[in-house]
């Protein structure tokens, strides 16, 4: 090919490339919303850890632990004698994630 | 975590509590802030705030002194941030430090819900549930309680996937309410 008509099929590939690239980045973003927005609606795993409170008038701690690959985004407590007992924390951990 | 429990060595027998975690794959940032627990027989509340361009889905508290002081609140004060809320006694002649702890995620789909609910002068255990609905699934929650220096706080848990639970008592005097929230998200 001469080099006149490389230039011109070098210059008539640019449009053609740039609607390709610009496709494949929408198409990314596109999949990457859905993702996000299906991971949170249909996403939520419940864990739970149930431990003996011992009548020893000490603070005891128990830690449900999130499955590989998901975070704790929130969590809670549940006593079993609520007369007697008292909730004294809930809250992520600080070194890990996975736990609550 | 972490979830903490304390139970009466008047009691002649054990018992059990339940931690629960609520958890997703996106992205989250974790936030706390500690700040002084007066000791002096009233409740005090601590904020943390998640960054900006997010949303909280979920919060929680720790006391510095979990054998003396008393957890009376866990909530979202709005859609960024959560509030923790503790008592201490001025019988201890000194203060401690409490934490609020808050996970925020993306703004996006994400809804706070709540609901008052009445707790009569009984000294009894009283639940409060919030469905999220058509808001989509729950990945927080908490509850407030109308009278913090007086009531008490026995329970805040998720409803299965869908909703959140409060459970308060009355200790102080007439009736009063307690507030039970849920963070949804879609």
Redesign the interface.
Known sequence: MSERGAARAQSSNNPFNWRRARWIVASVAAMLTLT??V?????????????????????????????L??????????????????????????TN???? | ??????????????????????????P?T?V?HSKTLAGDDSHHTVKATCPSGTKA???????GD??N???VG?YPPGAAGWVGAAWRASSLGSDATF?A?V?C??S??ITVKSKSFSLPDDNK?HVGTVNCGTA???????IKLGDPDND???????A??SG??G?A?RGGTGANTFTVYA?C??
């Open positions: 996000v927005g991971a949170y609606a249909t996403g939520v795993t419940l864990k739970s850890k149930t431990v003996t409170l011992p009548n020893d008038a000490d603070p005891h701690s128990a830690s449900a632990k999130c499955p690959g998901t975070h704790a985004a929130g969590g809670g407590v549940k006593l079993s004698d609520k007369a007697s007992d008292y909730i004294q924390g809930s809250h992520p951990s600080s994630k996975r736990l609550w | 975590m972490v979830g903490v429990a304390w139970r009466d060595s008047s009691e002649s027998t054990t018992s059990s509590f339940t931690t629960y975690a609520l958890c997703i794959k996106g989250l974790y706390q889905t979920g919060g929680g508290i720790k006391l979990p054998d002081d008393y957890m866990t934490t702890w996970v995620a993306p996006g789909h255990a989509g699934n729950v990945t927080g929650g908490g008490s706080e026995e329970g805040t848990y998720p299965g996937k959140w639970n459970i008592a963070v998200v879609k």
